[in-house]
T-cell receptor, first 114, second 112 residues
Framework: DSGVTQTPKHLITATGQRVTLRCSPR?????VYWYQQSLDQGLQFLIQ???????AKGNILERFSAQQFPDLHSELNLSSLELGDSALYFC?????????????FGEGSRLTVL | GDSVTQMEGPVTLSEEAFLTINCTYT??????LFWYVQYPGEGLQLLLK?????DKGSNKGFEATYRKETTSFHLEKGSVQVSDSAVYFC???????????FGQGTRLTINP
């Protein structure tokens, strides 16, 4: 158990819909990362927050947005969903940022868009 | 940009065989290098890491050496077990960067 909690574990929805994925980082971790894992693209970095502020942005679509709340949990919002958005979405956390430290990953939220 | 290339899978071996999973990287400066492992139905877990050239990371019988001259960080294990069946990801973190950049992953299956 990494200490990172993601909900829901599985989600099935239709094209055009909107979903919210939630992540609670390990106790004491200030940094949260979101990654998308798909069969053809591998693990792609989406976005990182540190103590409530956006720190780095990767290949995140404009239809996607995220935020980190004062209690440090984070949400990833995916809207106008397309079939190609079906993937496993991972959240990871770390104590700080910019260090060669370990990222702790949750078990992921599997999104299926029909 | 920064990138990681690792050997295509899937890789299937018999128990007690020797394992090598190749990983090479492209990055400016001196990145930190990592191997993560993903067991079925779970998230990624750090297996080992190396933060400077010639460092050797090791854990659970796995080893990898940071070779700057060949920009490589190959994963090795002398005698694999069925429980080592998983997907293995090589990753780098560039100097001053916030994120990890992952390779495509290599699925390893060990048969008894």
């Amino acid at each position: 158990d990494s200490g990172v909690t993601q909900t829901p574990k599985h989600l099935i929805t239709a094209t055009g819909q909107r979903v919210t994925l939630r992540c609670s980082p390990r106790s004491g971790d200030l940094s949260v990362y979101w990654y998308q894992q798909s069969l053809d693209q591998g693990l792609q970095f989406l976005i990182q927050y540190y103590n409530g502020e956006e720190r780095a942005k990767g290949n995140i679509l404009e239809r996607f947005s995220a935020q980190q709340f004062p209690d440090l949990h984070s949400e990833l919002n995916l809207s106008s969903l397309e079939l190609g958005d079906s993937a496993l979405y991972f959240c990871a956390s770390s104590v700080a940022t910019g260090l060669a430290g370990e990222l702790f990953f949750g078990e992921g939220s599997r999104l299926t868009v029909l | 940009g920064d990138s990681v290339t690792q050997m295509e899978g899937p890789v299937t071996l018999s128990e007690e065989a020797f394992l090598t999973i190749n990983c090479t990287y492209t990055a400016t400066g001196y990145p930190s290098l990592f191997w993560y492992v993903q067991y079925p139905g779970e998230g990624l877990q750090l297996l080992l890491k190396a933060t400077k050239a010639d460092d050797k990371g090791s854990n659970k019988g796995f080893e990898a050496t940071y070779r700057k001259e060949t920009t490589s960080f190959h994963l090795e294990k002398g005698s694999v077990q069925v429980s080592d069946s998983a997907v293995y990801f090589c990753a780098l973190k560039a100097q001053g960067a916030q994120k990890l950049v992952f390779g495509q992953g290599t699925r390893l299956t060990i048969n008894p």
